[in-house]
């Protein structure tokens, strides 16, 4: 390979280098909270209504004895 061969891979090199270390700047900025997310940020969505609100002190049925179904126990009649 001649010299300018050389160059070309040495300046792609060079500019990846480049561009990786920048990556890693926004990157550690962003999570580190000194930087605001760029452009292609996802939007700040709403958390669910169970998750916004407490929980509050409304009984409710639990599922227990009470609550069981059970079959009436009839007699068997003879035709």
């Given at each position: ?9 040495n ?41 916004a ?20 126990v ?6």
């Amino acid at each position: 390979m001649g010299q300018g061969a050389n160059v070309f891979f040495n300046t792609v090199s060079v500019i990846f280098i480049v561009l990786t270390l920048l990556v890693l700047i926004v990157v550690i900025s962003v999570a580190g909270g000194t930087m605001e997310a760029p452009f292609l940020a996802p939007e700040d969505t709403q958390p669910p209504p169970t998750i916004a609100q407490p929980p509050t002190l409304t009984p409710s049925p639990v599922p227990g004895a009470a609550l069981t179904p059970t079959a009436a126990v009839t007699a068997e009649g003879s035709q």
